[in-house]
């Protein structure tokens, strides 16, 4: 025997010589003690519950029986046996509670670290599967962890949004709706114990929205809303439902709001799409069926100053959006009896349509290239009454147009 085992014999005997003395802790989980540093927890199970036989309410006992079913656990996963981990990780969890249903204040301490390891190492495992996409042995152990520890609800809402990713998944897709039904389960499952979890009813609505059932989601989205309004997540979401239910209007405001917070804070990272967020809702405001031209002048200039160098598409959009404006307003004007308003309209319209030239101009200087951007020009310009003009803009559209057909 080396002299290290012989050392760590002789501490395990006296221990159970002072155990015995103290009358606090029972030979047979004294054995257990030994057998577990032997790895034979099954000896350990078993001496354990012969003890049980003379004694039920020792809480070192069930200690160190939950600390047995827990390496019988961890051994079950190393051999691939996830029915067996799964029934170890619940005897050791039940064993520890049993514990600190005896003694609460003398085995806090030492159960919730045994509870601990057995959690976060499933949960480390599974975030390893996950991030390597192997999903199946992924969802394996996150079972495992919420086994080992039910009172904890991560694991359930992790495998949902483990299956909320694979829907969206190009190899996913002939199980997208099995998939996303799966997922609304189980959040629901958890849901039952935290009615009122703000993120797992977030989860749900837009499991809800990815599953076509737009009015259950709106009406989550919409309770959420009432008490986390500044949540850009939330914003993000309700303004991806709404551009689904083709509702730009709601989504160019929802984004106009997120960019709103996004400046509003101290956290320069989150800035990244607030120009695009802004040429968006532009972008939607402008439309015919929508006709909010004025939000949508004001959100294209406000995307404009966010950009040291104009780029293509942000002047494109802008020289578009002051040109259907401009000719908008123009009408409003030919149909006006009121001298005044007529001639407040008629001002306003010229004044937009000089806009879009100036912007246009600049356009077409720097990407001499774009069609569109010689055709708005012109066609705010034959608005203007600069014909000349208009007409040489609009021969170099149709030649960019005929070359790119090409």
Known sequence: MSRVRYLLLASLIALVAMALLAGCRSAHTTSAIIYIDEQRYDKAVAVIQEGFEYRDDEPDAYYYLGEAYSHMAEDAVADDDYAMALQYYGDAYDSYMRTLEIDYETWEEDVTSGLKYNYTARLRQAKRDWDDKYYEQAEGHLRLAYAALPDSVTPVKSIARMKMQMSSEEDYMEQKTELLTEALNLLDQVLQDNPEAYELLLDK???????????????????????HGDDTVLLTEIANLATSNRDYARAADFYVRIVDLNEGDTDATNDDQNKDMLVAAGT?????????????????????????????????????????????VKGDAAAETDPVRKAELEARSTELLNRAVEIGTAMTGSYVANAEGFLYLSSAQMELGDFDAATANLKTFEELDAKSSE
Request: no cysteine; charged share 30%.
């Open 205 to 227: 609505a837009n499991v809800l929205a990815a599953l076509e059932r737009n009015e259950e989601a709106g009406n989550i989205y919409d309770e959420l809303l009432a008490e």
């Open 284 to 328: 939607w405001y402008s439309l015919a069926a929508i006709g909010r031209y004025e939000d949508a002048i004001a959100t294209m200039d406000r995307a404009a100053d966010l950009e040291m160098f104009p780029t293509e598409n942000l002047m494109l959009a802008r020289v578009r959006t002051y040109y259907q404006y401009g000719k908008k």
